[in-house]
């Protein structure tokens, strides 16, 4: 029986029943605002907190768990036997990897592998499903586990499309989309993550060809009628329009899973509302 406990963190924002059937461990990230801290997908839901933000005279801010969260968890973990493999966003966009590092470091280091995803929300979700899905039918080692995930996140790519830059401008996460400010006046961005940072890669008319844009893209990069692990679309607080480039997005591959899931807290405080991103896992 295998005995690797996947620990992730709430950037997944994945829907309870994933979280609970694939038996995943979250630590939460935090959404400060207005003087008040929530965890991220416990305390504040997308639903909620999209509402709110686009309502609201102030602008929340984010911040990654603390060392003592992922020690006390690995530490649960390691006293039930269970060896673990934690699946965390960027490095390039969070301290949050320095910090489940430093609790691998203080606990068992051979018991506890650390990845850095070098991505973030929905891309490292389908990643930690697939990893879960593996060692429900395999017998991994940890060191065989982590270089799944490693393989996998190699096959991931993400394409996204943003109503303005100015909450990753203001998050301080822009990274190589900084190039267009000042140039998106009547545009809409499209967006990717590249060696962990936010890229540009495309600027269109309207907020339709934007999402036009992200299944061309995809499509120009495993191919048409390509057969894909994982498709995956994720927004905040765009539903209906998510559902579409979900519909069309399948008319041009074959997916073993498809998963929609929305934005967390987290990640909409540095997207804005209206995002919508397309993820593939390629075979």
Not at 56 to 65: A, C, G, L, V, Y
Not at 73 to 92: A, M, P, Q, R
Not at 131 to 136: F, G, I, S
Not at 207 to 213: G, L, P, V, Y
């Amino acid at each position: 029986m295998n005995r690797i406990a996947i620990v992730t963190d709430s950037t997944v924002c994945m829907p309870q029943s994933l979280i609970d059937e694939n038996e995943l461990h979250i630590v939460p990230l935090s959404v400060i605002w207005d003087g008040k801290s929530y965890l991220d997908g416990f305390e504040i839901s997308p639903a909620v907190f999209y509402e709110r933000l686009q309502n609201s005279k102030t602008n929340p801010t984010t911040s990654q768990p603390s060392v003592h969260d992922f020690y006390e968890l690995f530490k649960s973990l390691l006293d039930k036997g269970y060896d673990v493999l934690c699946i965390v966003l960027s490095s390039k966009l969070s301290g949050t990897y320095d910090m489940a590092n430093t609790a691998r470091l203080d606990l068992s280091e051979s018991r506890i592998a650390v990845v850095d995803s070098q991505t973030a929300s929905l891309p490292m979700g389908m990643v930690v499903l697939e990893v879960a899905r593996e060692l429900k039918q395999n017998d991994l080692s940890l060191a065989e586990a982590e270089a799944l995930t490693y393989k996998l996140l190699e096959k991931t790519e993400v394409f996204f499309a943003v109503d303005t830059l100015e909450h990753l401008h203001r998050g301080g996460r822009i990274g190589g989309a900084a190039k267009f400010l000042g140039t998106l006046i009547g545009l809409r961005p499209v967006l990717t993550i590249k060696d962990g940072k936010v890229d540009a890669v495309d600027k269109v008319r309207t907020t339709r060809r934007a999402r036009e844009r992200i299944i061309e893209l995809m499509v120009e990069k495993f191919g048409e009628s390509a057969n894909l692990r994982f498709l995956g679309v994720t927004s905040s607080s765009v539903e209906e329009a998510a559902a579409v480039v979900s519909q069309e997005a399948e008319k041009h591959f074959v997916a073993d899973r498809v998963v929609y899931a929305d934005l967390s807290p987290v990640i909409g405080v540095h997207l804005g509302p209206g995002a919508i991103g397309l993820v593939c896992i390629g075979k």
